[in-house]
């Protein structure tokens, strides 16, 4: 039961930057977005990813997976369109 919930809050996080990553991408408007911010979401996602990596956790791994990239790519979008 408990890597079940592991599993869904790691599907569920997964999910929290998809509809940004679209709208950003689509409109390419990021001008109410903190840049400090997700400067801040990329360390996490990064640090989490390697805590994932470094305990073999497969569910935090995954999850990091889709977060990471999502939030490198508005981060990115961010830095390039303001």
């Given amino acids: 039961m408990v890597e079940?919930?592991?599993y869904a809050a790691a599907?569920?996080?997964a999910l929290i930057f998809l509809p940004q990553v679209f709208k950003t991408i689509k409109t390419k408007n990021t001008k109410d977005l903190s840049l400090s911010s997700f400067v801040l979401i990329t360390l996490?996602?990064?640090l989490w990813f390697t805590y994932?990596?470094?305990?073999s956790d497969i569910a935090i791994i995954?999850?990091?997976l889709f977060l990471l990239p999502m939030?490198?790519?508005i981060l990115?979008?961010?830095l390039k369109y303001g």
């Fill in 71 to 73: 939030g490198l790519i």
């Fill in 62 to 64: 995954l999850s990091q």
């Fill in 52 to 55: 994932g990596m470094l305990t």
């Fill in 4 to 6: 079940f919930i592991g």
């Fill in 11 to 13: 599907s569920i996080s």
């Fill in 44 to 46: 996490n996602n990064s």
């Fill in 76 to 78: 990115i979008f961010k």
